[in-house]
């Protein structure tokens, strides 16, 4: 399981941390979803997820106010007690001495943020879900073409990298060259990017390393794309009976997730960016609705009709 620390959401979203003898880089947060201490300042803490971030915005902030000053700290002592990552006052309020004190005694950091707690919780959500997405490494190149990310796969030498190089000399973008990670980040949606290590460079067999964004410059480089279309390259084989038509779509599957996918055969004399440029190109139209297979099946289907009803008649 994944996990981010405390520090770096304090960092992200500029937190002011009201206990910073508190070592926040030791604490971790694996869950990506949040959670409104309303009922548990109540005293109710069964089904309590004691993982997640809390978050008190004017409401729970108005009930504590409100209450006596022994429950105060009776309650906070429980909810601490459950060992939370932290605490999140929204809307730049000042959380009460008594909380401090409490999260203090059980080594749980107290935050602030000034933005509204609405638009904190959408936001905080959203970047946790990306985060703490679940990940697999797959060896490939993943472009930019147009628009649509492209992950170009293939056997080692098969002339993956030739391809992305054409590919950005042509105005497109590189995300990652050998290495790409990819983040489910939702049931539809796949994220890949490049390794720290490797971000940026490609390496072309005969030549070595090439930094692609000091070469051709900064816009020619990406740092994460959705995966929309895979391009398996593949050694020609003549007995292959490949697709001509591509009226059926086939289909990749990372971490669930299922993506549209094309084998291509490699032989010499084919150039393989202006290939992976019209399987883009394509791609975008069946997404806007205009499939050109089925349009040309349909323009043979009623040419055949109207043929067989000239014979009947």
């Known amino acids: 399981m994944y996990s981010i620390t405390v520090k770096q959401l304090i960092e992200k979203f500029d937190l002011v941390n009201h206990l910073p003898e508190i070592n ?6 694996s869950d990506p979803d949040m959670n409104r201490p309303g009922i548990q300042l109540t005293g109710f803490f069964e089904h309590f997820d004691a993982n997640r971030i809390q978050i008190c915005g004017n409401v729970e902030h108005a009930y504590i106010t409100s209450l006596k000053s022994e429950e105060r700290s009776m309650i906070f002592d429980k909810l601490f007690q459950h060992k939370i990552p932290c605490v999140v006052f929204c809307r730049g309020l000042e959380p009460q001495d008594f909380v401090l004190e409490s999260a203090r005694k059980y080594r749980v950091p107290v935050l602030t943020s000034q933005a509204t707690t609405s638009a904190f919780v959408h936001e905080i959500v959203r970047w946790l879900h990306v985060q703490l997405a679940p ?73 070595g390393i090439i930094d692609v964004k000091a070469l051709f410059g900064a816009e020619c480089v990406k740092m994460t794309q959705s995966i929309d279309l895979v391009i398996n390259l593949e050694e020609w084989d003549k007995e292959n009976n490949y697709d001509r038509l591509g009226l059926e779509d086939k289909y990749t599957e990372f971490l669930g997730n299922k993506v549209v996918s094309h084998n291509i055969p490699v032989r010499p004399g084919r150039n393989l960016a202006i290939i992976v440029e019209a399987a883009a190109v394509n791609h975008r139209q069946k997404e806007m609705g205009y499939n050109a297979a089925q349009e040309i099946y349909n323009r043979v289907t009623q040419k055949m009709n109207q043929s067989a009803a000239n014979r009947s008649s």
């Not at 926040?24 to 947060?29: A, C, F, L, N, Y």
């Open 24 to 29: 926040t880089e030791e604490i971790r947060v």
């Open 135 to 207: 990940r697999i490494s797959i060896h490939g190149v993943l472009v930019d073409v147009y628009g649509v990310g492209v992950l170009i796969m293939g056997e080692s030498g098969i002339g993956k990298s030739e391809a992305a190089i054409e590919l950005i000399k042509r105005g497109h973008r590189l995300v990652s060259d050998d290495v790409v990670e990819i983040k489910k980040v939702s049931d539809d949606t796949l994220v890949g990017t490049a390794p720290d290590v490797t971000r940026h460079f490609i390496e072309v067999r005969g030549i």
